[in-house]
């Protein structure tokens, strides 16, 4: 791949690795694809306003920047195809702006909001619920006989927590998660790859339309009759001296429903799929779980981030690493292939290595005042939930061969992963007592 220094465009060559990024059947292994961008950085994509970094140093750059904003509204891309869908049309109501696509000081003052419910304390308050909630799941699993780690464990489990995070009943956590993983396929880079949306584009304007009309409603019931949960608290603050509106409400509810589940769900199960290869780390967490899980969580998001790449926008000319980057281009950030860069994370940067958490710190949350809000409950799901699966499910192994993979470019994780075990323990057990409080 030939190195580019201006947007005139790339050879072909370039355009077919971003284009195969892409292609469903590379979505079990996509990061030799990454470590070639990064070998080639920076990538224009021909014709179009966008350049894609996949080194560490130039992510990390990017996202520091206060001059990359993540306000689509700054980037020549989006406003020559129309709203974030590439569809001229004028948005419907669903799509209002969420703070994650705001900048400061507007987004920092609706985050601000928001935040007490996902501080490190509050998130330690959860422990036992957290904890309680994936023991049902594994007892419901032991009683069926089967065991899927995907659908009866990483997919209901986060959806559960952020439901009561939020307030909202948990009994229609099918019909959030079917929606909520449509509009996960909204963020992946068809429109900057490509020039046009993601496929399925009236399906995620419908599930968008559909979790839009339940906030609003469940907004109107709050307002009316407030409880002691997080809509209602959200409904009763203030920022700049005004309190939000029902579509800022609304909206911010939507997009924690969403973020706050969909990455975990990838985080759990690309991690579960890594420890049935590795008997010595689920050895490793039934014993002592306080060193090992946390270790183990960070070791995961590096090697398979839930999060693979991320939009930045300049809002004004910059330069990334010696590269200029005109005012209005869109940066792709390859989060994945960052964390894999060998110049930070050693000669083996494609191998797990729990012990590796010490060192460098992944991208995978993000930098910057961008920084997932998320972060805290994401690892702590996933420390108890690695936790339990090795303390409770006997000698786990595949059923069939490699799982296939969700749709999804940008929220990459296997659609199922069926098991064979010998066994699932009773939740009453010596290990029990040393179970992570993180």
Do not use: K
Not at 126 to 154: K, N, Q, S
Not at 230 to 238: F, I, P, V
Not at 294 to 305: D, F, I, K, S
């Amino acid at each position: 791949m030939n190195r580019v220094s201006g947007a005139a465009g790339t050879r072909d060559g370039d355009e077919w690795v971003l284009r195969r990024i892409l292609d469903a059947e590379v979505r079990a292994d996509p990061y030799p694809l990454y470590e070639e961008v990064r070998l080639a950085e920076p990538v224009w994509v021909r014709g179009r306003p966008v350049v894609v970094f996949a080194s560490y140093a130039a992510c990390g750059e990017v996202l520091r920047d206060p001059r990359a904003s993540n306000d689509r509204r700054h980037s020549l891309l989006f406003r020559q195809t129309g709203p974030a869908d590439g569809n001229r049309t004028p948005s419907p109501p669903a799509e209002l702006p969420s703070f994650l696509f705001m900048d400061p000081p507007r987004h920092t003052a609706l985050r601000r909001l928001a935040a007490p419910d996902f501080t490190p304390r509050a998130v330690r308050r959860l422990t036992p619920m957290i904890r309680e909630l994936i023991d049902d799941l594994l007892d419901e699993a032991a009683a069926r006989g089967r065991l899927d780690g995907v659908a009866d464990l990483a997919s209901p489990l986060p959806v559960t927590v952020i439901c009561r995070v939020l307030g909202i009943g948990t009994g229609e956590r099918d019909w959030y998660r079917t929606r909520s993983s449509l509009l996960g396929q909204a963020v992946d880079p068809y429109l900057a790859f490509l020039g046009a949306p993601a496929p399925g584009l009236a399906r995620r304007r419908q599930a968008e339309a559909e979790l839009t009309e339940f906030f609003s409603r469940l907004a109107a019931e709050r307002r009316a009759r407030p409880r002691d949960d997080m809509m209602s608290r959200l409904l009763a603050a203030e920022t700049d001296g005004e309190r939000l509106t029902d579509e800022e409400v609304v909206t911010t509810c939507r997009l924690l429903l969403n973020a706050g589940h969909e990455t975990t769900v990838s985080l759990i199960a690309n991690g579960l799929l890594t420890l049935l290869d590795r008997p010595e780390t689920l050895a490793a967490l039934r014993d002592d779980p306080g060193t090992a899980a946390p270790a183990v969580v960070e070791e995961m998001l590096r090697l398979q981030p839930p999060l693979q790449l991320v939009h930045r926008h300049a809002r004004e000319d910059m330069e990334v690493r010696g590269t200029p980057v005109p005012r209005g281009t869109t940066m792709v950030l390859l989060l994945a292939g960052a964390n894999r860069d060998g110049a930070v994370f050693g000669g083996c940067p494609h191998a797990f290595d729990a012990a590796r958490a010490e060192g460098a710190q992944h991208l995978s949350f993000g930098l910057g005042p961008h920084y997932c809000l998320g972060a805290p409950l994401g690892r702590l799901e996933a420390e108890l939930a690695f936790t339990r699966f090795a303390q409770r499910v006997v000698a786990p192994r595949l059923t069939a061969g490699p799982p296939g993979y969700r749709p999804h470019v940008v929220l990459r994780g296997p659609a199922s992963l069926p098991l064979s075990t010998q066994g699932i323990r009773d939740r009453r057990m010596p290990w029990e007592a040393e179970a992570p409080d993180t």
